[in-house]
């Protein structure tokens, strides 16, 4: 069979679809992959992948602009060019966005299936799972994420536990030639090793500082001879301009020098990585490289830490991380310094040599490992499993699995009972009003079924707001209250749907209900 998958998304997204790659080549398929094309060169690195389709998406928008004609010609070309070459017998998108699910639509032949997102003839929204629905709106919720995004990415491709590692494949000799190259710069003496160090980041509020990464770089240089390499794009020269006035030892500087398989090359050869949450530390995982990331401001690792067992990753001990997105800091971002120069190098020294305990003053530890069910997860290393956020997630990836695999709970974790009073009331009182309110759903669809009054119409319509506020409300909640008001808009008038999904959210809330007895 012919799998098609659709990701149009940024490096690290892109990055992150080998589990799925990995998971429908263990099941005999062929795979091809529509990526947008200035990304293309990146899709050489995913390791199954039979056929690429890069997608001109920048050069649509521009014709769309000079000449939309233009643009339909170059879209039928696209869509004939994968009918003529890999005709899909099912098509994966793992792109929310209405471009993606536009060219889904098209792409798909009319006998095909489609898994993920995409359209209906209408032009509405049509996914095809509740873990897509959760994909979609699951970035909103940043202070409980209970999953790895590789794991949705898996789930809403229809996926079991096939794929569940992010095994790269290597980088050809040229790359490999040209990684020993730029690493010969820095012959020195006494040196056993290279630490690539990653200082850029999507934004300045998720870039640790630079003077703290020269520390870190500077110990690691004194004690374990590890030269540090500097990766990074040409127009984060000025972060590598910083670093080298600092440093005091020798210094490889790729910033802007390699494309992306001479990146992944580079990685290969070095021992380890400190980095920021960026696709570079995606690339690294799928490496192999060993890596140590920060996550800063809306960066957490639940959801986007590295897809490999036996890495670590720091955040800042703060009440208020992670922060929402788009909103000021009030903090004048503080969560910066929050994580030391020390903190990251005891990880580095754990990561490396096994050293034991290490104190993570004002900071968040965790290793990556695999866990029971097949998914990531996170362990401290910093005596935070039993803080709130930590037990919260654990509770949440227990039942929402179930409830986004469609399958009963399994039940009670226990993880409740260790939970802070405060916050085990507050939880406890959202779920039994949302639990009164999806029963009163329940009874009020069943009459309307029978009897579709516009009077009980009304009634109905005030319920289902009333739960989306209940859920809304509370930041513990809100990602079940997102899934809801997405889910039931889905459902459209189609009453027999919405008594079947509100049955489906009774029972997960009972289930969550349960834990607190």
Request: hydrophobic residues 40%.
């Amino acid at each position: 069979m012919n799998v098609l998958i659709i990701n149009l998304t940024r490096f690290g997204d892109l990055i992150q679809t080998q589990p799925v790659v990995s998971g429908f080549k263990s099941q005999g398929h062929k795979v091809g992959l529509v990526c947008l094309e200035n990304f293309s060169s990146a899709a050489t690195l995913l390791d199954g992948v039979d056929i690429v389709f890069p997608f001109p998406g920048a050069g649509l928008l521009s014709k769309l602009d000079s000449d939309w004609r233009l643009a339909v010609r170059d879209s039928s070309d696209f869509k004939a060019s994968v009918m003529a070459t890999f005709a899909p017998d099912r098509t994966v998108n793992l792109t929310p966005s209405i471009s993606s699910r536009l060219l889904t639509y098209d792409l798909a032949p009319i006998d095909g299936e489609v898994v993920g997102f995409s359209v209906d003839e209408l032009g509405f929204n049509a996914d095809t799972s509740a873990w897509a629905a959760f994909l979609q709106m699951g970035g909103s919720n940043r202070g409980a994420s209970p999953f790895n995004i590789c794991d949705i990415f898996r789930r809403t491709a229809g996926l079991g536990n096939e794929g569940n590692s992010l095994v790269l494949a290597q980088p050809g000799e040229e790359a490999m030639g040209r990684a020993d190259t730029l690493l010969s710069e820095s012959a020195s003496k006494g040196a056993k090793g290279f630490l690539a160090l990653q200082m850029g980041a999507s934004e300045e509020r998720r870039r640790w500082p630079v003077e703290f990464f020269v520390r870190v770089a500077q110990k690691a240089w004194e004690r374990d001879g590890l030269v540090p390499v500097l990766l990074g794009t040409k127009g984060e020269g000025e972060l590598g301009d910083r670093f080298q006035e600092q440093i005091g030892a020798p210094v490889v500087n790729c910033m802007g020098r390699t494309s992306l398989t001479e990146l992944a090359a580079v990685l290969c050869k070095c021992t380890a990585l400190v980095t920021n949450d960026t696709g570079t530390m995606h690339l690294a995982a799928g490496m192999g490289t060993p890596l140590c990331s920060v996550f800063l401001a809306t960066a957490q690792p639940w959801d986007t830490g590295p897809y490999r067992a036996g890495n670590i990753c720091l955040e800042p001990d703060m009440e208020c991380h992670p922060c929402d997105f788009g909103k000021e800091c009030p903090n004048e971002n503080a969560c910066r310094r929050a994580v030391t120069p020390d903190a990251m190098y005891g990880a580095l020294q754990s990561l490396l040599y096994d050293q034991g305990e290490v104190r993570f003053e004002g900071t968040r530890a965790w290793l990556t490992r695999s866990g029971a069910d097949g998914f990531m997860e996170l362990v401290s290393l910093s005596g935070h499993d039993d803080s709130d956020r930590a037990l919260w997630i654990g509770i949440q990836h227990a039942h929402y699995l179930n409830f986004l695999d469609g399958v009963p709970s399994a039940g009670r974790t226990g993880l409740a009972e260790r939970l802070s009073p405060n916050v085990a009331e507050e939880i406890s009182k959202t779920l039994t009003s949302a639990h009164d309110m999806l029963f009163l759903l329940s009874q009020q669809g069943m009459l309307l079924l029978r009897n579709p009054r516009e009077q009980a119409k009304k009634k109905y319509l005030a319920s289902w707001q009333r739960l989306q506020n209940v859920l809304g409300a509370s930041s513990y909640l809100n990602i079940l209250g997102s899934l809801w008001m997405f889910e039931s808009q889905k459902s459209g008038n189609d009453m027999v749907s919405l008594l079947d999904m509100t049955e489906r959210y009774r029972s997960l809330v009972a289930a969550l209900q349960g834990e607190f007895v």
